[in-house]
């Protein structure tokens, strides 16, 4: 086209740099995304070769860790899939698993992934692999696994999410089938400290309501335990023998200290 703002004389050129920088942004994304796509494909074929699978019912496993794989198609044409290898990779989402509802096993360790939404569409799962990830938010990942009644082995160390306050004791509350938890059994010690716990939530209500709010009602995993320096008393000041000699200047702390000394029987008397 020629012309010089529509009249002759000079050549216009069409420069694709003279686009929206957000429209150049969203093409190369989907650019990137397709390449992406195409990688995980051609692995997945690759496997299926390596295997001698002809057909998608056949297929009951496959390995697909250690494939710098960003992204990876949709695996819902493998009905039967009860394996699936994927770690070790550059994952940030697990949106591909929507409809395997056989899988029993996923391994999606030391990856990127930061949400673990689709999940709940694998009541079947009995392992899951996801530490060595960016998981941050322990409260949608509760969320998101609590119908897993048939999960019995977790791992989710090396999140960020592990940093939160009674991490451990948060996760076996409210997914209580879980057996394993990163890589250490659930003992009988820790679901009896759960329970403590989470009871001691409710006396800080009643005492709450007794003391008129002074007493702070409120338990966020995500807090820190508040930890007051401790005094001790004279050491002429006579204690009986199983009585910790500790004085506590937060009585919220000494409560919570009790309430875990306390065995099962009497805390349950007590309830």
Same mark, same amino acid.
């Given at each position: 086209?020629?012309?010089?703002?529509?009249?002759?004389?000079?050549?216009?050129?069409?420069?694709? +740099?003279?686009?929206?920088?957000?429209?150049?942004?969203?093409?190369?994304?989907?650019?990137?995304?397709?390449?992406?796509?195409?990688?995980?494909?051609?692995?997945?074929?690759?496997?299926?070769?390596?295997?001698?699978?002809?057909?998608?019912?056949?297929?009951?496993?496959?390995?697909?860790?250690?494939?710098?794989?960003?992204?990876?198609?949709?695996? !819902?044409?493998?009905?039967?899939?009860?394996?699936?290898?994927?770690?070790?990779?550059?994952?940030?989402?697990?949106?591909?698993?929507?409809? +395997?509802?056989?899988?029993?096993?996923?391994?999606?360790?030391?990856?990127?992934?930061?949400?673990?939404?689709?999940?709940?569409?694998?009541?079947?799962?009995?392992?899951?692999?996801?530490?060595?990830?960016?998981?941050? +938010?322990?409260?949608?990942?509760?969320?998101?696994?609590?119908?897993?009644?048939?999960?019995?082995?977790?791992?989710?160390?090396?999140?960020?999410?592990?940093?939160?306050?009674?991490?451990?004791?948060?996760?076996?509350?409210?997914?209580?089938?879980?057996?394993?938890? #990163?890589?250490?059994?659930?003992?009988?010690?820790?679901?009896?400290?759960?329970?403590?716990?989470?009871?001691?939530?409710?006396?800080?209500?009643?005492?709450?309501?007794?003391?008129?709010?002074?007493?702070?009602?409120?338990?966020?995993?995500?807090?820190?335990?508040?930890?007051?320096?401790?005094?001790?008393?004279? !050491?002429?000041?006579?204690?009986?023998?199983?009585?910790?000699?500790?004085?506590?200047? #937060?009585?919220?702390?000494?409560?919570?200290?009790?309430?875990?000394?306390?065995?099962?029987?009497?805390?349950? !008397?007590?309830?």
């Amino acid at each position: 086209m020629t012309g010089d703002a529509g009249g002759p004389g000079v050549l216009m050129t069409w420069d694709p +740099n003279h686009l929206p920088r957000a429209f150049r942004h969203e093409k190369g994304s989907a650019r990137a995304s397709a390449a992406a796509l195409e990688i995980s494909r051609r692995a997945v074929e690759d496997q299926l070769k390596i295997c001698g699978h002809k057909r998608d019912a056949d297929v009951f496993e496959l390995f697909l860790s250690q494939k710098e794989l960003t992204e990876v198609i949709d695996l !819902s044409r493998f009905k039967k899939l009860k394996y699936l290898w994927l770690h070790h990779n550059k994952l940030h989402g697990i949106t591909f698993l929507t409809r +395997n509802c056989c899988l029993t096993e996923l391994y999606l360790n030391n990856n990127a992934i930061f949400e673990i939404e689709g999940l709940r569409y694998l009541p079947s799962l009995h392992i899951l692999q996801l530490h060595h990830n960016e998981l941050t +938010n322990i409260d949608a990942a509760v969320k998101e696994l609590k119908g897993m009644l048939n999960l019995k082995t977790l791992s989710l160390y090396q999140n960020p999410l592990c940093q939160y306050n009674l991490y451990r004791l948060y996760i076996i509350y409210h997914l209580p089938a879980v057996e394993l938890l #990163d890589r250490n059994q659930v003992t009988e010690k820790e679901r009896r400290s759960m329970i403590t716990i989470f009871n001691h939530k409710k006396a800080h209500i009643v005492q709450s309501i007794a003391f008129q709010g002074k007493v702070d009602a409120s338990w966020d995993p995500r807090s820190p335990f508040k930890q007051n320096p401790a005094q001790r008393v004279p !050491s002429d000041f006579a204690f009986a023998n199983n009585v910790d000699k500790t004085v506590l200047e #937060d009585p919220e702390d000494a409560v919570f200290v009790r309430s875990m000394k306390r065995s099962a029987m009497a805390f349950t !008397s007590l309830n």
